[in-house]
């Protein structure tokens, strides 16, 4: 976000804010995902309960890309990217 007076001053906001994104492309019998940041994809699939009723239950496809994450911190100090301040 600019300064509303001044263009070349940015606003802090914009300074912590992040994003995220997801795409699932389904061909023919197969599933690709891929996401950045927190955005979190789940397939469901229905099946039957103990009473014969039937229930989805959630399989997490992707891992969130968070700075408290280990693996991810390490990934993007590794690769000259910077983790400016946890929300």
Request: aromatic share 2%; proline share 3%.
């Amino acid at each position: 976000l600019l300064h509303p007076d001044n263009p070349k001053i940015v606003r802090s906001a914009a300074l912590t804010s992040g994003t995220t994104a997801a795409v699932i492309v389904v061909k023919n019998s197969t599933l690709f995902v891929a996401q950045a940041g927190d955005t979190r994809v789940v397939l469901g699939k229905l099946h039957k309960g103990e009473n014969g009723e039937r229930r989805i239950r959630g399989r997490r496809l992707t891992t969130d890309h968070r700075f408290d994450n280990e693996k991810e911190r390490e990934m993007v100090l590794r690769t000259g990217g910077g983790i400016i301040r946890p929300r």
